[in-house]
């Protein structure tokens, strides 16, 4: 069960962690609980899952990664989640979700993102995915991003809101 | 330019950034330098554009619902349809991707509801469907971007 409180904290770090000496602090004043408070709430949402990952998240393009690519697969429902897996044990990888196929105008149920320094080097590692993966006969689309409109870590609403509250007592 | 201070934060505190009441500090004594130092290369980082942010990455659909969304547009239509997208507070990634389906976004919501109207007002707004891809599993494993900072 997630407490307010801990929407609250998210909250507060979603945006990031300042960078000052002691940031779990700032965050705790802001939020009237203790320092120690803080860490171990944050600890228990990393422990419990609903905080995935906790510390630096890096902008890909800016560090020379423009080539990011969305590849789509069809991928029969009984292997998906062993292919999922499979896929996902690549460092090349960074994400791997099942989505609903939309009939025939989108027959996809498996999607992963490969982000690299080249078009060229994205494919050599889609390549060698499907070669060590088993995929050279599963029907695939690649989409290269072209012009980024909007990137942001997701704001929940929810959490928007509790700050909201909490700061209007 | 990057220095190996910074190549080294980049890298090495994706995960387990330390939750600790110094972690600046912490970081400083694990790498063998001074606390300013780490201090003022994050804040660098941060300025250039090169860290979005030090902080959580909540899994998906753990508060509230998202899904992805992807969408046909033509063209000479393409830069109005993404700017009235992106102007949803529920939108958090907005990407143009080669394929006939060149529009693709994430949305964000508290309910299921509040995702389908945004989608709907989408649609009337722009003219064009809207084909919705909710996430059913997620096999990814997050331990953060390897960065070969190196070449």
Known sequence: ?169 | MLTTLHKQLLNNYQQNFPLSPTPYRDIAEQLGVSEAEVLSAFQALSEQQMISRIGPVIAPNSIGCSALVAMAVPDYDLEWVAEVISAYPEVNHNYERENRFNLWFVLVADQQQQLQAVIADIETKTGYQAMLLPMLADYFINLGFELNLHD
Not at chain 1, 42 to 64: F, N, T
Not at chain 1, 115 to 120: A, C, N, P
């Open chain 1, 1 to 169: 069960m997630i407490e307010a409180i801990d929407f609250q904290l998210i909250a507060a770090v979603q945006a990031g962690l300042p960078i000052a000496a002691r940031p779990y602090a700032v965050i705790a004043d802001k939020l009237a609980l203790s320092e120690q408070e803080v860490i171990e709430r944050l600890r228990l949402l990393k422990a419990q899952g609903l905080i995935k990952r906790w510390g630096v998240v890096v902008k890909h393009r800016q560090l020379g990664y423009q080539a990011n690519a969305m590849i789509v697969m069809n991928i029969a429902d009984d292997s998906v989640a062993a292919v999922g897996r499979k896929i996902s044990a690549h460092n090349c990888v960074n994400l791997c979700y099942q989505r609903p196929r939309q009939g025939e105008t989108w027959p996809y149920n498996l999607y992963c993102m490969i982000h690299g320094k080249s078009r060229e080097m994205v494919m050599q590692q889609w390549e060698s995915l499907r070669q060590s993966c088993g995929l050279v006969d599963v029907a695939f689309e690649v989409l290269f991003s072209r012009r980024c409109f909007k990137q942001r870590g997701a704001l929940y609403r929810q959490a928007r809101q509790s700050q909201r509250e909490a700061m209007h007592g």
